[in-house]
């Protein structure tokens, strides 16, 4: 559903990414950036309890992986070992803003939150891992309720409120989050599985 935003916010970003092109900056350093920083953020800021602080760092990190999309874009058709590389350390930035949700809940002896924090993490790399094995034998698999944008917005919006003093945002999000992921592994199984009966049996080495 955000993904509709991309065109938007492909033509906010065109500027800044014309800008670090024009001065040699590549995208591969701005997605390694942006997963350093993610990864500094979350595990620096949440499980202080820094959740606001933490989720306006984060945010502005997490935004390098739209930027070095644009930045690809403009530079040519893409690399294989960029688009490796993007999806790749996207599932690092992911699960350090999922632990870091979680140690600090843990600290703060929730425990029930803090499982649901580690469910979003495991889960949102499983909605991610169906989608690269459907692509990786061949089928699509675009679909899902919670796709990634969704499950940071989500994740983020809540752990930044929850910082601003709202009681039991944080919690309502992550189930919000668990219940949505759930779904969206099931959605792209079924996807999935009705493209893989139509193809012929594959020959086994
Ligand atoms: C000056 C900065 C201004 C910034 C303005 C922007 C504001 C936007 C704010 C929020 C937007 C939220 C909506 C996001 C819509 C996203 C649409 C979308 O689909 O995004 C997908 C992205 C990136 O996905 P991906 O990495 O797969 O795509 P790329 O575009 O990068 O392209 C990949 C291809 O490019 C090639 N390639 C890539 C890299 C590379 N090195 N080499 C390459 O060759 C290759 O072919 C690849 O295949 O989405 C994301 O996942 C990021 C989502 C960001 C979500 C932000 C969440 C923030 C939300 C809330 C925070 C609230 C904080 C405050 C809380 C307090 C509460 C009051
Ligand atoms: O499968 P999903 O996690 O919802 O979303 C995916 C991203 O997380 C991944 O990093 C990107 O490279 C994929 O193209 C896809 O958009
Ligand atoms: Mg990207
Ligand atoms: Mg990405």
């Known amino acids: 559903m955000l993904k509709l935003l991309r065109p938007a916010v492909t033509r906010v970003l065109t500027p800044l990414a014309r800008a670090l092109v024009s001065r040699g ?45 644009v930045m690809a874009r403009m530079t040519g058709p893409g690399s294989t070992w960029g688009a490796f590389l993007d999806s790749t350390l996207d599932r690092v930035g992911d699960a350090a803003i999922f632990s870091g949700l979680a140690v600090w809940l843990a ?34 698999c675009d679909v899902g309720l919670a796709e990634r944008p969704e499950r940071l ?41 009705r493209q893989a009966v139509a193809l012929p049996p594959r020959t086994l080495h």
Not at 25 to 48: D, E, K, S
Not at 162 to 183: E, Q, R
Request: glycine fraction near 14%.
């Open 25 to 69: 900056v590549g995208p591969n350093a701005v997605t390694a950036l942006g997963t350093l920083g993610t990864v500094a953020a979350a595990l620096f800021f949440y499980p202080q309890g820094l959740l606001f602080t933490g989720t306006l760092v984060i945010t502005f990190f997490v935004l390098a992986d739209l930027l070095d999309g």
């Open 107 to 140: 600290l703060e002896g929730e425990w029930v939150p803090a499982a649901v924090a580690l469910f979003c993490l495991v889960s949102g790399a499983l909605v991610s891992y169906v989608k690269a094995r459907a692509e990786g034998l061949g089928m699509t």
């Open 153 to 193: 917005v989500v994740g983020l919006v809540s752990a930044g409120l929850s910082g601003l003093g709202v009681p039991y945002i944080l919690p309502a999000g992550l189930w919000l989050l668990a219940a949505a992921s759930a779904v969206t592994i099931g959605q792209r199984l079924l996807h999935v599985r």
